[in-house]
């Protein structure tokens, strides 16, 4: 499938070293605010609307993580960019191990937060996508999906953020949607992984039902020297729930020092 031109949102000086972020399933760029502040300055982020989300281009699905990498390193030569660190979440860390797995010469740095490198069973991504396509909306889906992007707790106290975030995925187009949940339904990088080169760091949450802890245990396990994270209490959006966190475990790995 040919690229696409990705929506995106620079951040931060011209001359610092760039940074890609890549969202999860049924968000756009805006769920990286949380890390702007932590990031913006040491580096210049670059955060990307996926395929089908935000603002980018709508192509009739099913996608492949292939077709979404495609649009990344497509976008890095938009901006004539050679090469970049990339952090993406859920979806967003699967086109990052496909980055660092084919085009490992454009990734300096890879963090892949609350990601699985297989999500079986395939047939409830294509389930989800159809239900998305008949209704025209990840409307019906959405209650299930927030219920397992943060814990009881973090979504008790904070139901302003729950809200806004159901109403990114709602407000996610249907076909855009449902293309990704097939790309997720049809990937298995398992096999390629310690092929990944660029040091990486794997965070997940303990309490993602989503894509569970051991998702990321495994990636760890498989890329070379790669460093893990567990974030406890945690789900699916880590990066909101435990931004500080996460934002800290960023900068670390991309040696940025405090200050």
Known sequence: MTAVALHHRIDGPD???????????????SMW????????GPRRVIRLDTRGHGGSPVPAGP???ADLGG???????RLELSRAAYCGLSIGGMVGQWLGINAPDRITELILLCTGAHVPPRQQWLDRAAAVREAGSPEPIADAVVARWFTPQFASAHPDVVGRHRRMLVDAPA??????????GGLDARADLPSIAAP???????????????????????VPGARLEVLDPAAHLASVERADAVSGLIREHLGIRAG
């Not at 605010?33 to 913006?40: D, F, T, W």
């Open 63 to 65: 996608y492949s993580i």
């Open 15 to 29: 001359d610092a070293p760039p940074l890609l972020l890549g969202g999860s399933l049924g968000t756009d760029l």
């Open 71 to 77: 649009d990344v390193l497509a976008l890095m030569d």
């Open 200 to 222: 990486t760091l794997v965070v997940s949450g303990a309490q993602d039902p989503s894509i569970p802890a051991d998702h990321g245990r495994a990636i760890a396990a498989a």
């Open 33 to 40: 605010e949380p890390q702007l502040s932590a990031l913006v």
């Open 175 to 184: 076909e855009g949607y449902a293309g990704c949940c097939e790309a997720i």
